[in-house]
């Protein structure tokens, strides 16, 4: 039977450098933004909240190594209007595209499969 320690630990491990609060810095095929008014939160169990300006976006992404993907994160529906509605319809597009990350000191990034990177933060704690 195999077990399943080596995954749980790889889990922590990734957990434990992504836990805290970051800020959206840039979001892929977005023009530039308010990044004061992000936020993308880790619990340490790997939850994740977060918006950039609108509706609020939750989910637990799956985390294997340095392997993440958001898959349906749930969001509430409030009516965002004009360059708001963009920016969270771009953000949420990049989100789902973002297989891997990076951690470089106080920068998370995301990357989708070509290794480009999707969405760039900056802890803030």
Do not use: H
Request: proline letters at 3%; charged letters at 20%.
């Amino acid at each position: 039977m195999m077990s399943l320690a080596p995954c749980l630990m790889n889990f922590a491990a990734a957990a434990d450098k992504l836990t805290g609060s970051w800020r959206v810095q840039s979001i892929a095929a977005a023009p530039a933004f308010d990044s004061s008014k992000t936020r993308f939160d880790v619990a340490e169990d790997g939850r994740v909240s977060s918006t950039v300006g609108c509706n609020s976006i939750f989910g637990k992404p799956e985390i294997e190594g340095a392997r993440i993907g958001f898959g349906a994160m749930a969001a509430t529906r409030r009516a965002c209007i004009g360059a708001s509605a963009d920016l969270e319809t771009k953000y949420l597009a990049a989100l789902n595209n973002v297989q891997t990350y990076r951690v470089d000191g106080a920068t998370l990034t995301l990357l989708d499969a070509a290794g480009v990177p999707a969405v760039i933060l900056a802890r803030t704690k």
